[in-house]
């Protein structure tokens, strides 16, 4: 068994968002292993998502396809 402090950035969506209400916030959460992250995102409702390193990647190719169209 292992404990350990876990690197994270957090950011209130006003700084991004305009239209953000108080308390609104994005925070990434670095896994311990080096293999991903996971996100939090409050807005009306929490919700969260969890990718590799490699998903993201990925994620970032389709989103930079679909900027082209």
Known sequence: METYKRQ????EMKDFDPLAEEHHFIEVTKWHNGEGFDVEVQSEDLFGFHLTYLQFE???AVIEKLEEL
Do not use: G, T
């Open 58 to 60: 990925a994620l970032k």
């Open 8 to 11: 994270a950035v957090f950011a």
